[in-house]
């Protein structure tokens, strides 16, 4: 086995160069996944000239069970709901309720952590091209897909430098289409395939959207044109 990319930027110029029809358009926006997402995104956001944000995604775990997913929230008040697990289970609506506020609780912390009072954008008719550093299962991605999908873009993207052959099958039912830069056999974990993998911090979040923002002031409004 010999790792793929450097680090989280090399890993982003490289995907970005299989986005590169996507390049110079103003109805583009990149949404990346914190924390390892968003400097791969930002590399991509760069390269194609197109604004970037941050899309955070909260899992909502089943009470007693929190590792088995009934659904995720998203930024920008978005859900979706895994209703065959929900039709299984017959949780009581404050069960459920009780979960979200919790979760919702920690994403808004989260959301105010990066963003500060700066609106979630508006998707509609939009291309949106959701990233992260690497796809070992796809049930973040999928969530983010499915929550980003409730606001009606124009065509919807997953990308990452790196997954597993099979997230491609589960994506695919969710995006409009799925850009791996590798999708290697057998594949280990995202990390393997990188030289330098350490943490992302929420400075370099801050960062790498503050720059976005400056360079594109209004790209980040709700109302912002497409």
Known sequence: MSQL???????????????????????????????????????????LGAPLDALMVRKLGVPGHEELAMGAIASGGLRVMNEEILGQLRLPPSAIDGVERREREELERRERAYRGDRPFPDLRGRVVIVVDDGLATGATMRAALGAVRKQSPAWLVAAAPVGAPSVRGLLREVADEVVLAAAPEPFYAVGAWYRSFPSTTDDEVRDDLSESWRIRPDSGRANAPV
């Open 5 to 47: 990319f450097d680090d989280r930027r090399d890993a982003g110029r490289r995907l970005a160069s299989l986005l590169d029809r996507y390049s110079g358009r103003n109805d583009v926006i990149v949404l990346g996944l914190p924390r390892g997402g968003v400097p791969v995104a930002a590399e991509v956001a760069r390269a």
